[in-house]
């Protein structure tokens, strides 16, 4: 599990995201880097320790190749993801995420996918069709080619 700064007054949250099995080191996974959270889950145990989040990664068809979502240049911790061309709205509760199946039938529904974008990376977009973006950034991506599912 690590500890992941999302800008909140709160501090840091602890999220366990079973990355390191697809990284060298733990300095891969825990170097600093910005990384795209969903930060509107209902806490969830995960090896006896309270898991308060989930890291947005894009994996093969074959979920032998794990990368992480990239963050536009210029993005802070609690700046905010939409998807391009869709109205922005208030962020659910957990208990409006978990009532409606919102991660269910997006997040682990196959609804975020890569579309290309260039040769060294794929652009995370809602249905292939409108891309994840953070407002006035850019869009986010992943260095993997088109057809990796996000989650």
Known sequence: CEEIDLGESSGPRTICSGLRAFYATADEVASGRLVLV????????MAGVSSEGMVLCASSPAHDVVKFVEVPPGSAPGDRVSFEGRPEEPAASPAQVTKKKMAETVIFGGQLVTVKNDDKSAVCTFKGESAMVITGKGKCTAPVPAGYTVA
Do not use: Q, T, Y
């Open 38 to 45: 969903v930060a509107n889950l209902k806490p969830r145990k």
